[in-house]
């Protein structure tokens, strides 16, 4: 007898839910970095231990509607993710509940599967006599099957997580081989190392503006030659990008060659480029031609 099942983790912005994604499948499937909304697509990461197969659907966090056309396509992307699947988790940052998890939990009340809370990060909360009435508190909000905390950070309690995730799932047939471990391309995979590089490296207000689009992508003997472009909406983002002689794309590349390098498992010969889109964040056509349209 075989079971298989789909896990939505859904959140606000910044609460963890890649890092924790990766820390259950014991790979990197997830970009991460400590700004929010770095995620922008719905990705599958498919964990296959014997007869059970966890699939799971990390979501970009749920936040109120704004106006921009590529928020709008978050919001949306996540909020579709808790219909159909077997099991939601629902991921809070510590034990600080705040007016935008009172918004994801008005997503998912409505939910027919089992829903658990998991409290993350709780290695940061200084006073662990705080947890158990926090876990009383929040039991009231709604009924959860289980409230489990964790921290994604250290692994700790993350197995028993996976556990519990495991013994949950329905009867089925597995809906993916054993060795596959997400639906997204090679391709993709590297745009999104590319992309979390320049989240994790530059300012605040630039990151948001980038997207990465792979224009080459050629395996030979001994090297993988890939040449990306990373788009920007202004002139004066391009310039910060760049660097004063180019220093920081430099740098960048160099980052994120080597995180390629691992994942494919060959030496990489990596080429960079920046232009200009204005304002591609907020244009329907651009968005449909970078993938953020279904």
């Known amino acids: 007898m075989t079971y298989c099942g789909q896990v939505a983790l859904v959140g606000r912005p910044n609460v963890g839910k890649s890092t924790l994604l990766n820390r259950l499948m014991g790979e990197k499937v997830c970009i991460t970095s400590r700004k929010p909304q770095t995620t922008r697509h719905r990705i599958l990461a498919m964990d296959t231990r014997s007869e059970r197969q966890i699939i799971y659907v990390d979501t970009p966090g749920m936040h109120r509607i704004q106006p921009r056309m ?15 699947v077997d099991v939601v988790v629902m991921v809070v940052d510590g034990i600080n509940w705040r007016p935008e998890d009172d918004l994801v939990l008005s997503q998912i009340q409505h939910c027919e599967c089992p829903v658990i809370l998991v409290i993350n990060k709780i290695d940061r909360v200084k006073d662990k006599s705080l947890l158990l009435p926090y876990i009383e508190e929040v039991s009231e909000k709604f009924a959860f099957k289980h409230i489990v905390p964790v921290s ?18 329905p009867e089925g047939e597995h809906q993916f081989p054993p060795d596959q471990l997400t639906d997204r391309s090679t391709k993709f995979m590297v745009a999104e190392i590319i992309r979390e590089k320049c989240f994790r490296y530059l300012g605040q207000e630039v990151p948001y503006a980038i997207n990465v689009d792979i224009e080459h992508y050629e395996v030979k003997e001994k090297l993988t030659h890939i040449a990306a472009v990373i788009y920007v909406e202004r002139r004066g983002q391009k310039v910060i990008l760049l660097g004063k002689s180019g220093e920081k794309i430099r740098e960048l590349g160099t980052l994120a060659r080597a995180d390629i390098e691992s994942l494919i498992g060959q030496k990489v010969y990596l080429q960079l480029w920046v232009k200009v889109k204005e304002n591609w964040t907020d244009n329907a056509t651009l968005l449909n031609q970078f993938g953020y349209v279904e």
């Open 70 to 84: 590529i928020n709008q396509y978050m919001h949306k992307t996540a909020c579709k993710t808790v219909h159909g």
């Open 152 to 169: 994604a950070r250290t692994g700790k309690e993350v197995d028993e997580l996976r556990e519990l995730l495991l013994s949950l799932l």
